[in-house]
C-alpha cells in the first residue's frame, strides 16, 4: 500500500512539472525578424534609366520624380515643335519675299503694311522699295532665332536624358547614406593673421563640417 502510495505522489509530481515546464514554453517570447533594408544598386538603377527614361527613378522608388522626368521632357518637345513651324513659317516667307515671283506671297501674312503700297504685279521688288532690304533682314533674322532655339531644343533633350540618368544613378548610391548627429556643420569666428606676421582685428567666419 505505501508503495502505490509512493507511485501516485510521484506521478503527480512529473504532471506538475510538465505542466510548467509547458506555460514556461508558451511565455517565452519569439526573436525579432530583422527586416530587410531596400538597397538599390547603382549600376543597375543606371542601365534602368539609360534603357528607358523614368525606370531608374521607379527603381529607386522616387515616385513623385516621374512627373519631373516626362515633364522635362514635354516641355522641350513642345519647344521643337513651336520653333521648327516657325522656322518653316519665316524661312518660306524668306524665300517668296526674295524670288521676285508674284504669285508666291506667304511673306503677306507677316509683314503687315497698308495695302495701298501692295502692287501685285511688281511686287516684290517694289513692295514698300525704300524699306526692302529692311524686310528681307528681319525676315532672315527670325529664320536664324528659331533656326538656333530649335537646335537646342534638341540638344536639351539630350542634356534632359543625361540629367534622368545621372539623377537615378546619384539616388542610388545615397539612398542609404548617413545623415545622423555625427554629420554637422557649425559656424565659428576665427582669428586671422596678416600677410606680415601680427594679427589685425577683424570679422571672420570660419565653417567647420565633422563627420
Given amino acids: 500500500m505505501k508503495t502505490f502510495q509512493k507511485i501516485v505522489i510521484v506521478s503527480i509530481l512529473q504532471l506538475l512539472c510538465i505542466q510548467q515546464n509547458l506555460i ?5 517570447t519569439a526573436p525579432k525578424l530583422k527586416r530587410h533594408m531596400f538597397k538599390p544598386e547603382p549600376l543597375r538603377a543606371t542601365m534602368l534609366a539609360v534603357s528607358f527614361p523614368g525606370l531608374g527613378q521607379i527603381y529607386n522608388k522616387k515616385y513623385w520624380k516621374i ?33 521676285l515671283i508674284p504669285a508666291t506671297q506667304s511673306y503677306r501674312n507677316i509683314i503687315k503694311t497698308d495695302i495701298k503700297l501692295y502692287d501685285p504685279v511688281l511686287s516684290p521688288t517694289t513692295y514698300i522699295a525704300s524699306n526692302a532690304s ?5 525676315l532672315l533674322r527670325m529664320v536664324d532665332y528659331y533656326k538656333r532655339y530649335r ?12 540629367v ?41 567666419v570660419g565653417l567647420k563640417i565633422t563627420f
Avoid at 537646335?151 to 534632359?160: F, P, Q, R
Fill in 24 to 28: 514556461a514554453q508558451d511565455t517565452l
Fill in 67 to 99: 512627373p519631373l522626368v516626362y515633364g522635362g521632357f514635354g516641355g522641350l518637345i513642345y519647344s521643337i515643335r513651336f520653333n521648327s513651324a516657325n522656322y518653316t513659317k519665316f524661312m518660306k516667307a524668306y524665300q517668296d519675299f526674295t524670288d
Fill in 134 to 138: 529692311y524686310y528681307k533682314d528681319a
Fill in 151 to 162: 537646335d537646342l531644343s534638341y540638344i536639351g533633350i539630350a542634356g534632359w536624358y543625361l
Fill in 164 to 204: 534622368t540618368i545621372l539623377d537615378a544613378n546619384v539616388d542610388a548610391s545615397l539612398f542609404n547614406y548617413d545623415v545622423g548627429p555625427n554629420l554637422e556643420l557649425t559656424v565659428f569666428p576665427v582669428q586671422m593673421s596678416s600677410p606680415v606676421g601680427y594679427t589685425v582685428a577683424s570679422l571672420n
